[in-house]
């Protein structure tokens, strides 16, 4: 399994431009998420997925999109970058978000955005 | 508002010592507590999960501790060695229909021969 992938691993954008940060896992999970993580912060969530077909936002969704067309990946858009949107970018996944769940959740390696 | 918060905000300790990481949390209602250690430029892995039934859980030269009366977690690192420095995640679930999870802003730990 090569568990969470994600890519790009850096990404430098201008002010207005859009792009899409792909993840994808291998493990059959129905939960994927997105998180940045800024210094000084706990990761805060972006958007969520709980199964193909479904998204919903998380903490901080404002000037992010995403989508879930199949199990395995769960792409995220940033719509018209940022440089607040300066961040490095997690995906993770795990098997269910059932109530108490204690799955673990699996990070990607993580995306290094900046905007100028 | 759901807060958890971890100190010291970094440690140095020599290779061989050990330590102990803090964790308050004021989350409601409360499901489980994950401590996960997250190297340099990478993501975070997981260590452990506790429940509200758990008060000790080891992974390894990790053992986790809660006391749910007192909303506290440590993280026990036994033997220190270098591969140990890394930046280590309180993460409490808050359960429910999201299962949200709140995340601390981790301690940094350097361990140095």
């Known amino acids: 399994n090569a568990g969470v992938t994600q890519t790009p691993k850096f990404q430098v954008l201008k002010t207005g431009q859009s792009m899409t940060l792909q993840c994808a896992q291998d493990?059959?999970?129905?939960?994927m998420s997105w998180y940045r993580q800024d210094p000084g912060m706990g990761l805060r969530l972006i958007h969520y997925s709980v199964g193909a077909g479904i998204t919903d936002q998380g903490e901080v969704p404002n000037g992010y999109n995403v989508s879930r067309s199949t199990t395995e990946d769960f792409p995220l858009r940033l719509l018209s970058a940022a440089p607040s949107q300066t961040s490095v970018y997690f995906c993770?996944?795990?098997?269910?978000?059932?109530?108490?769940?204690?799955?673990?959740?699996?990070f990607g390696p993580g995306t290094r955005l900046t905007v100028l | 508002k759901n807060q958890v918060e971890q100190s010291p905000q970094s440690l140095i300790i020599l290779e061989g010592k050990n330590c102990t990481l803090q964790?308050?949390?004021?989350?409601?209602?409360?499901?489980?507590l994950r401590w996960y250690k997250q190297d340099t430029g990478r993501g975070p892995v997981s260590l452990t999960i506790?429940?509200?039934?758990?008060n000790t859980k080891s992974n390894g030269r990790y053992t986790a501790t809660l006391d749910a009366d007192t909303k506290q977690s440590s993280l026990h690192i036994t033997a220190s060695q270098l591969s140990d420095s890394a930046s280590y995640i309180c993460v409490v679930s808050s359960g429910g229909a999201t299962n949200k999870l709140i995340f601390g802003t981790g301690t940094l730990l350097a361990v140095q021969p």
């Open positions: 493990m059959n999970h129905e939960y």
């Open positions: 993770a996944s795990s098997y269910s978000i059932r109530t108490s769940a204690t799955d673990t959740q699996y």
């Open positions: 964790c308050n949390y004021t989350v409601s209602p409360f499901s489980n």
């Open positions: 506790m429940t509200f039934s758990e």
